[in-house]
């Protein structure tokens, strides 16, 4: 590990992610660099993880890799600035969401390799969700260096390229939908008459619990609640009422609103 001198271009929240997790999986630090647009951040990130922070140009000329993580919409500029500069052989890895490898390819040298990759940001727990997939001069040997990057941050699963939209959907933003369900049941505790941090500390664990049962069990998530559904009892009065307000019904327009987002900012640049 740690053979390849990465550099995070534009180290934002996923790219500092990104960062972190590499440092703690033992990645050498003198192998990473980075990129700030403010000094202010440049310095934050130097102080922080101690890798160095360099100016774009530095960053294409000494790195072997060059991770992407800047804000869709600044994209195109960055490529401007930095595509001729850069090596048909160089891997580039774009954590830009909703942006395909051929809006990389179109402005980066003919055959240069891209990998598009989508994450979330359990990664600072190293409990990520990457989604990876290779543009049209990726090979597997840089698939398996992607893998290989970011692994140590979590799970990771290779997909076509034409599923990443909905990667983006249910991964990447999935930590949201989460988040704001355990918010909703907090304050349903607090509604039942629980304490604050009572209510925060049962739903956590039980989230935790569900999960790694939905992980190790192998069991289907459908046969998991119905073990916990007895007959006229107190769950299916709520899977009831939640069906009522339909819950699944909205969560699959939400899903498909977050891959139409997607698609719409691909289509703003």
């Known amino acids: 590990m740690g053979g390849h001198t990465v550099a995070v271009i534009g180290a934002g929240k996923i790219g500092e992610l990104m960062l972190s997790g590499l440092l703690r999986s033992g990645w050498p630090v003198e192998r990473l660099l980075a990129t700030a647009r403010r000094p202010a951040r440049a310095q934050e990130l130097a102080d922080r993880y101690g890798v160095r922070v360099v100016d774009n140009p530095t960053a294409v000329a000494e790195a072997d890799v060059l991770a992407v993580s800047v804000k869709p919409q600044d994209a195109a500029a960055l490529l401007d600035e930095i595509g001729p500069k850069v090596p048909a052989g160089k891997l580039v890895i774009s954590l830009c969401a909703g942006l395909p490898t051929a809006f990389f390819n179109r402005r980066l040298p003919e055959g240069t390799p891209v990998v598009r990759v989508m994450t ?65 049941m907090i304050d349903a505790g607090i509604l039942l008459g629980l304490p604050r941090q009572v209510a925060h500390e049962l739903i956590v664990q039980t989230a935790i619990g569900s999960a790694v049962m939905l992980r190790d069990s192998g069991e289907h998530p459908v046969k998991l609640r119905e073990a916990v559904t007895s007959p006229a009892g107190t769950t299916i009065s709520a899977i009831r009422e939640l069906e009522n307000h339909g819950v699944r019904a909205a969560m699959l327009a939400a899903l498909e609103a977050a891959r139409d987002r997607a698609r719409e900012l691909a289509a703003q640049v």
């Open 120 to 184: 979330n940001t359990p990664a600072l727990v190293d409990q990520a969700m990457s989604a990876i997939s290779p543009g049209a001069h990726a090979t597997g040997t840089h698939l398996a260096l992607a893998e290989e990057m970011f692994s140590p941050l979590g799970a990771t699963v290779r997909v076509p390229e034409s599923q990443q939209d909905a990667v983006t959907a249910l991964s990447g933003s999935g930590p949201a939908y989460f988040y704001l369900l355990v918010e909703a």
